[in-house]
């Protein structure tokens, strides 16, 4: 495993975001869910999709908070345009299990 330096992990902005609307995205080529999460006032709500489909139904993830890489360019992922990377950890099936605080923090708090 290579070593980053700590500025080298400064660069990446992870950030908790609230999502706010949650849709399936059956037009990907895996299954997803495209999620708006909201950041809070400086940056604002985001779009992602995200293959989460085994553990999570859209309307179950609205008002959930997330961690999301916030300072990614975005990417086009079919006819949806991903803004962020919402963070998550495979299973023992290697299936997406969301990474989230435990208790409620403020929206746009930076991971530290």
Known sequence: MAE???DDFLKVDIRVGRVT??????EARKPAIKLWVDFGPDLGEKKSS????AHYEPEALIGQQVLAVVNFPPRQIGKFLSEV????????KGDIVLIRPDVDVPIGERLH
């Open 21 to 26: 609307r949650a849709e399936p995205y059956p």
């Open 4 to 6: 980053i330096t700590f």
């Open 50 to 53: 995200a293959q989460i489909t």
């Open 85 to 92: 990377l919402v963070l998550g950890l495979s299973d023992s």
